[in-house]
């Protein structure tokens, strides 16, 4: 008997071993929201769009919520950073995963219509992001050389 239960002592910890190991997948850090859908009948104000503006900022560039923000971008979202492409597949497949990480100072933020603006520093250095927004979401971006604007 006290073999068998020195057999079972060694036995046991030698099948855990031989036990496939669990997989690790990368799982994506934020919940991929649906794209915005534009609102073109009656479109939203000025007023209402720069209240969207101001929540999509806030998202952003002070609370990093990736998914909150892109909640206001557009499927067929046009990207004119050069080195980037177009469509709110692609921009989420970029910023998710590292946006909520990232070391940012926000600086301001401001709508003129159709127009928004955000402004932040990063590793990158001083950044300016504008968005054109349409029926109340998102539809183009351009960051390289931007300058904010006297508003």
């Not at 206001?72 to 946006?99: C, K, T």
């Not at 979401?137 to 931007?146: L, N, Q």
């Amino acid at each position: 008997m006290r073999v068998s239960a020195l057999l079972a002592t060694l036995i046991v910890p030698l099948a855990a071993l031989a036990a496939p190991a669990p997989e690790f997948t990368l799982e994506a850090r934020a919940v991929k929201p649906k794209p915005c859908v534009r609102q073109l009948n009656p479109a939203p104000t000025p007023e209402e769009t720069s209240l969207r503006h101001d929540a999509f900022a806030q998202s952003f560039i002070y609370k990093r919520n990736i998914t909150a923000a892109f909640e206001f971008i557009a499927q067929d979202y046009i990207n004119h950073n050069p080195s980037a492409q177009n469509g709110f597949d692609y921009a989420w497949n970029v910023l998710n995963g590292f946006w909520d990480t990232q070391s940012l100072t926000p600086v301001r933020h401001t709508f003129k219509s159709p127009y928004g603006w955000v402004n932040y520093r990063s590793g990158f250095g001083a950044i300016v992001d504008r968005f054109r927004w349409e029926g109340g979401c998102i539809v183009e971006h351009w960051d390289a050389g931007e300058q904010y604007p006297n508003v």
